[in-house]
């Protein structure tokens, strides 16, 4: 059996207008906070033992902004949680970063001598200076390059960049011009999001002040972006890159390993506030969203480790599977469907839904109305 490793590091060096994860720009705690990985990874047994049932196979640094801990201080927590776990088996390690923090010296002290990182998320965006500065984003539309040429030399020979559509003051030109970039710099990977607009996100709360206000932020309609996704779609395929879910692309043997287990159900720990843990079957664990706290955090065998869980009825397993599974191109199999066999004719009819080798899977135009698909196969009676 395989399993996955998760470090939430929630610190950012500012906060992007749209961003509703959990993080925080507290400074001057990144060997703190390292520390605090370290502590949890060995205070942690019994909900190691349940959601690290197997070998590790993929190792995630999340956030947040994980670049934000240093080359130096990333490297000494990677290298003491190997001591802890036995990493040996990892085919997948990846860091998100902004493009901002790759600079020489960070690769130098990062990658000299080696690393087991060997994939990195490097969060982009967007490539026209007027949406990143509205974004809040530290970086300008030339830096992402000059990052990637810096990872590449320093053997990062996988990389994947983040692109968001339906941005305020985005246009299709605009959205083009993103997409022609990305292709360009041949990275082997590409996530590419519709913006949600949170409601206590400071874009949300621009928005409501606005209507109120009675000033206008023009936002892509939703005609727009479902064109908007039909473009990169097509950019993107022409350029060699298969759709293998929603929102991500890859080249040829570059799918992301981890994320894919996510939708897969393998089980896989988290370490950090916020991050969450799986056991695989029908347990969820989560770690309180307070840096503070954290980092303050004793473990012991009598703490339980501090965590939340929650057991899934199999209901809630059932349409976990069924939300995940229709994400990716290889859809659901065809049996989590029995009872619902008119809603799945009428999805087939509609062209949303095609059956296949027994599953059954989001079409292209299905794909604009994933969230409608999913919502009228969920089961909603027994437990």
Known sequence: ????????????????IYCDFYSTTLHGVEEAFANAVLREAEGSPDRTAACMPGEIRTLYLGGGTPSQLGGRTLKRMLEELARIFDLSNVKEATMEVNPEDVDERFAQELFDGGSIINRVSMGVQSFVDEELQFLRRRHNAGKPAEAIRILRSNGIQNISIDLMYGLPLQTMDSWNRSIDTAIALKTQ?????????EENTPLGKM???NRESGNRITLPDDDMCVAMAAVLRKKLQAAGYIQYEISNYALPGFHSQHNSAYWDGTPYLGLGPGAHS?????????????????????????DSDGTECEHLTEKDIRNERVMLGLRTRRGIPAELAVGYEGTVADFISRGLLEAQNGRLRLTEAGLNFGDEVTRELFATDGP
Do not use: F
């Not at 990977?189 to 607009?197: D, E, Q, R, T």
């Open 207 to 209: 928005l409501k002040g």
């Open 189 to 197: 990977h590409i996530s590419a999001y519709c913006l949600s607009v």
């Open 278 to 302: 799986y056991d695989g079957h029908a347990t969820r664990y989560w770690n309180q969203t307070d840096l503070k706290a954290y980092l303050n955090k004793v473990y012991n065998k009598e």
């Open 1 to 16: 059996m395989k399993s996955g490793l998760y470090i939430h590091v929630p610190i950012c060096a500012s906060r992007c």
